[in-house]
């Protein structure tokens, strides 16, 4: 399996490779999502699923910004299953790390307020090349 087939870790920098542009249209609430992903009150495995295909239709669609919807992280046991609330944010990282997807992530940000604040990120997808 290749590098890209695991998936390359998230960025761990403060901005993530984005320039302070990025930053202030974050802190502003001026970002409008290209494409939405809604995972709030699936079970993990669809959360998980649904996440998933979702990013393989937005880089399909050249979107830039996602716009994902998990709840409010909340302190979850790793073994949860989907009992408790916050489950599917608190795998939420993990799963874009490890998934398919991971290296086509430029940076992931705290949506605003508008958009779901702590209840929601901002995946900042690479430009295809």
């Known amino acids: 399996m290749t590098d890209a087939a695991r998936g390359a870790p998230l960025p761990s920098s403060p901005r993530g490779g984005l320039d302070s542009h990025w930053d202030r249209r974050f802190r502003s609430g001026s970002i409008e999502p290209d494409f939405t992903l809604d995972l709030h009150g699936h079970t993990l495995d669809q959360a998980h699923d649904r996440l998933d295909?979702?990013?393989?239709?937005?880089?399909?669609?050249?979107?830039?910004?996602?716009?994902?919807?998990?709840?409010?992280?909340?302190?979850?046991?790793?073994?949860?299953?989907?009992?408790?609330?916050?489950?599917?944010?608190?795998?939420?990282?993990?799963?874009?790390?490890?998934?398919?997807?991971?290296?086509?992530?430029?940076?992931?940000?705290?949506?605003?307020?508008?958009?779901?604040?702590?209840?929601?990120?901002?995946l900042i997808l690479r430009k295809h090349g």
């Open 53 to 122: 295909a979702g990013l393989a239709q937005a880089r399909a669609l050249g979107a830039r910004v996602v716009l994902v919807i998990a709840g409010k992280p909340r302190p979850v046991d790793p073994a949860d299953r989907a009992d408790r609330r916050g489950a599917i944010r608190a795998k939420l990282l993990d799963w874009l790390a490890a998934g398919p997807h991971g290296a086509s992530i430029a940076a992931v940000r705290s949506a605003h307020r508008r958009h779901g604040g702590e209840g929601a990120l901002y």
